[in-house]
């Protein structure tokens, strides 16, 4: 098992910037990957970024550039750094582990951006 807490949503406007956390109860090197996904208002849950437990990073297009994951090893918490936030990146955030087999989240934090 895997227990995710996020936290660092809230509102920004449009061009702004908010950094959120994603704090695991157990060492990032023992799940396969970690990151990102979403979930606007009417929409399926879409793919943001991860990180590898060796630390290779994945972007979905639609953020390349503006989006950066990195990790605090020693804290177990995964981050997610997002400038010139968008109006169309409004959603809930959630944080995914994948451990071979399982994927596991946390309860989602909201993020919107206002134009």
């Known amino acids: 098992q895997v227990q995710l807490v996020e936290s660092g949503g809230g509102l920004v406007q449009a061009g702004g910037s908010l950094r959120l956390s994603c704090a695991a109860s157990?060492?990032?090197?023992?799940?396969?990957?970690m990151g990102w996904y979403r979930q606007a208002p009417g929409k399926q849950r879409e793919f943001v970024t991860t990180?590898?437990?060796?630390?290779?990073?994945n972007y979905a297009d639609s953020v390349k550039g503006r989006f950066t994951i990195s990790r605090d090893i020693a804290k177990n918490t995964v981050y997610l750094q997002m400038n010139s936030l968008k109006p169309e990146d409004t959603a809930v955030y959630y944080c995914?582990?994948?451990?071979?087999?399982?994927?596991?989240w946390g309860q989602g934090t909201q993020v919107t951006v206002s134009s």
């Open positions: 995914n582990a994948y451990r071979v087999p399982n994927h596991y």
């Open positions: 157990r060492s990032i090197f023992s799940v396969n990957s």
């Open positions: 990180i590898t437990s060796g630390g290779v990073t």
